[in-house]
């Protein structure tokens, strides 16, 4: 199959709702990541989302709305808070689970009872959504496992000849995924941390972050998100995570150079092996993909990054670069 990659426009929109009005695939750009779609409430073409990222089945997808009109038909209950959060950050980078009415089909919620519900606030994901008429599930269009795309040409990468469009809207601006939530009783309880911080859900509600957010699972472990319990945002490379700043983490790195090795420190200077990852958090969710996959493509061997700082978007920056490092940490 010949992937085609088409600036975000009218045409290219009426071509990727045609696309998937026919059961199939699209390459979609939103704020946060990239995003695989198709329509949510075809069965079929869901396997197919699984199928082209290698993605586990019990995995659930996040399913996209362009109105808040559409929500109701998809969930069989709306709890007040989620009223009040919708209203605050919808459209934008939060997704939160509901109780699944009957046409969201098992293959899109993971075989679980309940559905995940986000309204991109990118222009291009709801003109797509609009044109279709129908919800998009998405997950990020990445290989399962690899790091999530934060451009067309990274989609291109890992999709080229497995779906026939991909919609190029540029560079996506939060450049992580996007916060999700659940309801425990009347809490907020953060499954992943993203561009929705906790200190701005708390205005809110109570809020608790699920501790799989920055501890490894134990094997076994029954986690309430499933996406949580895969190695993930991986490059090939090594990833170390140094817990040390400036000075003391450029001598590390220096120190510990072994084959090829990178370096992301927080507003470095771009020399020899160090890259500038970003001095703040928003930088930093915005550049971290992309590094991992530049690395990649220079044949990095080892990766060090500066540890970031856990607090507004920190946090969510932290839990992928985890996952990224298999949770290994050196203490400089
Ligand atoms: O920003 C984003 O959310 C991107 C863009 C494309 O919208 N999408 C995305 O999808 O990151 P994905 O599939 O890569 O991640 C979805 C996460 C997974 O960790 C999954 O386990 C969790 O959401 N999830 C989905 N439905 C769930 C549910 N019903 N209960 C618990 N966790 C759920
Ligand atoms: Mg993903």
Redesign the pocket.
Known sequence: METKVLPFCEESISLAAEILKNGGLVGMP?E????LAANALDEKAVCDIFAAKGRPQD????V?ISKIEMLPALVREIPETAKRLAEAFWAG?L?M?FPKSDVIPDRT??G?D???V?M?ASAAARALIDACGFPLA???ANLSGSP?PTTAQHVFADMNGRIPLIIDDGECSCGL??T?I?FKENRIHI??P?GITAEMLSQYGEVEIDKAVTAQPESGERV?????KYKHYSPKANVIIVDAHGEAFAEYCTKHTSGKTLAFGAGVKEEGIFRDCGKTGEQQAHRLFALLREADELGADTVFVEIPDETGIGLAVYNRLLRAAGFEIVKA
């Open positions: 939103t946060t990541v990239y995003g995995n659930p997808l996040i996209h980078p997704t689970i919620s993971g679980l309940t559905v995940a986000r991109p998405a997950p990020s999530s995924e996007s999700v659940c499954l992943r993203g309430l998100s499933p996406g949580m």
